[in-house]
């Protein structure tokens, strides 16, 4: 069983930073793909970003967050982060971290959809004001 606990959320300006943490459970999270969604009041969970497990760490990201986002991994923290930048108001949600065996190491565009992850965060509030 994997646990996974995001932290670093709360209230921001607009055109201000947060990084956002995932800590995971376990002794294999090298092993596995982590990414990142979001959602928000009355809209589908969208995907963030996504980190893979092997080369050092392959990246991908929405085109709504590309250029303000990072993506990392610290392995022997067992640790995600996200870092955002630039916040939009359009950036408010609900910020969750998930983990995907990824076993098959399918590109990370192909990790972009919520039913390839096996464990999910319960989520950290991210609020942009205007």
């Known amino acids: 069983q994997v646990q996974l606990v995001e932290s670093g959320g709360g209230l921001v300006q607009a055109g201000g930073s947060l990084r956002l943490s995932c800590a995971a459970s376990?002794?294999?999270?090298?092993?596995?793909?982590m990414g990142w969604f979001r959602q928000a009041p009355g809209k589908e969970r969208e995907f963030v970003a996504v980190?893979?497990?092997?080369?050092?760490?392959?990246?991908y990201y929405a085109d709504s967050v590309k250029g303000r986002a990072t993506i990392s991994r610290d392995n022997a923290k067992n640790t995600v982060y996200l870092q955002m930048n630039s916040l939009k108001p359009e950036d408010t949600a609900v910020y969750y971290c998930?983990?995907?065996?990824?076993?098959?190491?399918?590109?990370?565009?192909?990790?972009?959809?919520?039913?390839?992850?096996?464990?999910w965060g319960q989520g950290t509030q991210v609020t942009v004001s205007s």
């Open positions: 998930a983990l995907a065996y990824n076993f098959a190491r399918r590109p990370m565009s192909a990790m972009a959809e919520p039913q390839t992850y096996n464990y």
């Open positions: 376990g002794r294999t999270f090298s092993s596995y793909t």
């Open positions: 980190i893979s497990n092997w080369s050092g760490g392959n990246t």
